[in-house]
Nanobody
């Protein structure tokens, strides 16, 4: 059974950076053909694919977030991390990490429980 768990701050001030870590158990993030993905859902809105890191460490980003997003991984800890810079209140959302496959990993078969991030002064 694959499990993913997000961790990170729940409250961030505007203009600061945000860092979230996803700890994976039950599967290796170097497992062939899978994408390790970050997805968010702002209040009252739909899911937004933010980016992904593949089993080889290659990264892909949403064009709308690419300039202020980075995804990295620590294979020794079986974790991957999202960094988002220069946050605004519009970045307030529930952030999910997920295991995906197919084109950019948008077909998700396992989700983390999600973590609420609020951007507010």
């Amino acid at each position: 059974q694959v499990q993913l768990q997000e961790s990170g701050p729940g409250l961030v001030k505007p203009s600061q950076g945000l860092s979230l870590t996803c700890t994976v158990s039950g599967a290796s993030i170097t497992m062939n053909d899978y994408f390790w993905t970050w997805i968010r859902q702002p209040p009252g809105k739909g899911l937004e694919w933010m980016g992904a890191i593949t089993y080889t460490g290659r990264t892909y980003y949403s064009p709308s977030l690419k300039s202020r997003t980075a995804i990295s991984r620590d294979t020794s800890r079986n974790q991957f991390t999202l960094q988002l810079w220069s946050v605004t209140p519009e970045d307030t959302a529930v952030y999910y990490c997920a295991k995906g496959w197919g084109f950019l990993g948008i077909t998700v078969d396992y989700w983390g429980q999600g973590t609420q991030v609020t951007v507010s002064s």
